[in-house]
């Protein structure tokens, strides 16, 4: 609920005109630059309710154990812009390690291990390293959507299909009751 006290006056001036003059009392002026500031804040909060976020895709690749370890991982090269994949595909082809990476099946943080150096990565962070080293990135990276597993699927798409197999192995009664 906004509430808002504006004093009003009217004055008669001496050659019989009359003046009415307005002034806001409450809020405050400089609290309603907060007020402002404070609304635009929460509303931006709002958008990011860990609710509206889908579960970390690693994590649940973790704890389906849906991945082998040691699996072969692909970097998708179609996630990136075309500017990005202009600039990414010239070192594929000079160096494929660099888009090559195991699924390791260790941790969150460690969950891919880069064959370029043998270092481990989370699957943005390594997204992310593969865009410093070659190309521009500006914007939030998705990891998850720029590596594939050997049958080609993304591993955001993995982690649907255990939620669809987890629904087709649910007996009919049991999702009805």
Excluded at 9 to 14: F, H, I, K, T
């Amino acid at each position: 609920m906004d509430i808002d006290c504006i004093q009003i006056s009217a004055r008669r001036l001496p050659e019989g005109n009359a003046v009415i003059t307005s002034r806001q009392l409450l809020p405050l002026p400089a609290a309603e630059d907060y007020l402002v500031k404070r609304r635009r804040r929460e509303k931006e909060e709002e958008r990011w309710e860990p609710s509206e976020r889908r579960p970390n895709v690693v994590a649940e690749l973790l704890r389906a154990d849906a991945i082998e370890p040691g699996s072969e991982l692909s970097l998708k090269l179609d996630s990136f812009t075309r500017e990005e994949q202009n600039l990414i595909r010239p070192n594929l082809q000079k160096d494929p390690l660099i888009g090559r990476a195991e699924w390791t099946g260790i941790s969150l943080h460690k969950a891919l291990r880069w064959h370029l150096n043998n270092e481990y990565y989370t699957a943005t962070g390594l997204a992310k390293k593969v865009l410093q080293e070659y190309g521009p990135r500006t914007k939030p990276v998705p990891g998850p959507q720029y590596w594939t597993v050997p049958d080609g699927c993304t591993l955001v798409e993995v982690a649907d299909g255990l939620t669809e197999e987890r629904l087709d192995e649910i007996p009919l009664n049991e999702l009805v009751e």
